[in-house]
């Protein structure tokens, strides 16, 4: 039977590439897009309006998900930095405000909203992917800041919930790999280990690098 998976945080188009690896991993895709306009490309996928900034359209977005699915079993928070930096490039209190609104303050939005569910149905998997790029402070210190938030967000929900069944909730880190290469690992990496996490109490709480498999690489 097929997993749902919501993929929030990097908007369609800019997220085929996880819809790709999604779908050929056997997943039910439902993922936010970019505009409000419908999509005329034909996919396997369901697309979904968010608004970062309202934690009304959070909840409306994982209703809307579960309905589309009918029960949702993967959520996949992205935060690639490189989306971002010349959104909010400038170093004055505005720019810092919309970056807090949209990027500190509409993840954990979403997050909490996805964790609830999780939680009451006592069922589910997070997945957070922290992409960062060089030279941070000389590009856009908002970004850096709401990187440094995303990852605390993500370290906080999973050491919060560590013992439980669910959510179960992997840390991913990335640095200079495609977003082809992260998400052809990252479906083939999470269902190869989903086994051996079932019969561990514990987890082992850290950032998993892009391409490990048992001390190997894949790419």
């Known amino acids: 039977m097929k997993k749902s998976l919501l993929i929030v945080g990097k908007d369609y188009p800019a997220g085929r590439a996880y819809v790709t690896a999604a779908v050929d991993s056997q997943r039910n895709v439902v993922i936010t897009k970019e505009s409000q306009n419908d999509i005329s490309e034909q996919t396997e996928v369901e697309f979904a309006n968010w608004n970062r900034s309202s934690p009304i359209s959070a909840k409306n977005l994982i209703i809307k998900a579960e309905t589309q699915t009918g029960i949702l079993d993967e959520a996949l928070v992205i935060f690639d930095s490189s989306l971002y930096t010349s959104r909010f490039s400038q170093f004055d209190i505005e720019t810092f405000s919309k970056a807090d609104d949209e990027l500190v303050r509409g993840y954990y939005y979403i997050v909490s909203e996805i964790v609830s569910r999780f939680l009451k149905k006592n ?19 908002p970004v850096q800041s709401a990187f440094s938030a995303f990852k605390s967000l993500a370290e906080g929900f999973a050491f919060q919930f560590d013992e439980l069944n669910a959510p179960k909730i992997f840390l991913v880190i990335a640095e200079n790999e495609t977003d082809d290469e992260i998400a052809q690992w990252l479906f083939r990496y999470i269902d190869e280990i989903e086994n051996l996490k079932n019969k561990q109490k514990k987890k082992n709480i850290r950032w998993i690098k892009v391409g490990e498999k048992s001390g190997k690489k894949f790419f």
């Open 123 to 141: 069922h589910g998997q997070i997945v957070f992917v922290a992409k960062g790029i060089k030279d941070f402070f000389s590009k856009s210190i």
